[in-house]
């Protein structure tokens, strides 16, 4: 384990109490920043010849008040959650695994490959499981060149990661193309598991029951890293490595556990959104949802309740997004754009706040 890393541990933005103090700072670091983004983004839809109040008004309604809407935006959160539990397990322990696209696309396509071979098979709640016990092996085990390569060699998990998703993503376009294509179909597919086998939906609503995967795993994950001595032991090598070689943990061990649980997370992402929703993968098909939900965790400080909310609120903009643009000819990237201003803009606060508790203390 190397003494002095380049890059700061992500472990090193513990959660805040929330006091007086705290509600002032979540107003100026959160909010504040939030509402200068969108109305830095009406400034530029207003120069396109766009009008904002509309734009802004058909993200809120399709995202959130539309009955279809809001079902399509609770279960684009399923994924979305799952990226995130796996997120903070990582960033708790102060490791870095940005090769959760990678993770969830290899599992994706397993569970893709695996379902409707073996519901022909085997009753649909066998098959379910089997998809998704894959999907978190098989992305455990693309998590463990990294693993070992930090654990034992020290090297930057941050490359190997990012390496290990060009390579995910590339093998499972081949996986595909090659091994897994559906031959009765022109477009390049898996095969594609029935609508009536795959999760079931919340009564009267096309809701997929991942999202209770999604909010379960979010949960556990909180409740274990603040609540039992495996997260304690967790959080402490994410806080100093040093000090917990010094107490007798085994850091390398305890490293090479974390980017398996991370990247079974996220390969159960893949497989609740195949089959939850999709039902097949397409080739070149890579929503990049884990890249996205990094800031979201970051921004929630490892909690795992403010999480979801952060989640939600990313899933109506990328939700409502999509049918603003549609209706008002915005371009639909700029949903993106709102976002990466959001980012960077909170990001910014999050500085500017940190200087002045600094300038406090001293």
Known sequence: MDEARAVPSPHDKAP???????????????????????????????????????????VVERGVFSGQGLQQTLTRMAPLLLHAASLIIAFRAGIWNLGGDGQ????????????????TVAPDWITLIACMLLAMLVGALWSLVPALLRAYQG????????????????????LVKLAFLDP???????????????????????????????????IIVHLVMTRTAF???????????????????????LTVIVFALSG??????????????????????????????????????????????FVFFYAVLDIGGESAARRIGV????????????????????????????KARS
């Open 155 to 174: 090297v930057n998990e941050i490359i190997t990661t990012l390496m290990m998703t060009f390579l995910g993503t590339s093998f499972a376009n081949v």
């Open 264 to 309: 079974g997370l996220a390969g159960l992402a893949g497989a609740v959104d195949i089959v939850g929703v999709f039902g097949n993968v397409r080739a070149d098909w890579n929503p990049a949802y884990a890249l996205a939900v990094v800031p979201l965790v970051f921004l929630a400080r490892f909690n795992g309740w403010a999480t979801i909310a």
């Open 331 to 358: 371009p639909q990237y700029f949903t993106l754009i709102l976002v990466a201003t959001m980012f960077i803009l909170l990001a910014l606060a999050e500085w500017l706040d940190q200087q002045r508790r600094a």
């Open 104 to 119: 969830f696309l290899l599992g994706s396509v397993m569970a893709a490959a695996l379902g409707p071979a073996l519901v």
């Open 16 to 58: 805040p109490r929330f006091g007086g103090e705290a509600w002032r700072s979540l107003a100026l670091v959160t909010v504040g920043p939030i509402l200068l983004a969108f109305l830095l983004c009406a400034l530029a839809l207003l120069i396109a010849g766009y009008d904002p109040l509309a734009y802004y008004l058909y």
């Open 184 to 218: 009765t179909t022109t477009v390049p597919q898996t095969r594609t598991l029935p609508v009536e086998d795959r999760l079931a939906w919340f009564p009267g609503t096309t809701i997929s029951s991942g999202l209770l995967i999604g909010l379960a795993a979010v």
């Open 231 to 253: 997260g304690l032991r967790l959080r402490i090598v994410g806080a100093n490595p040093k000090a917990a070689l010094h107490a007798g943990l085994s850091v390398s061990a």
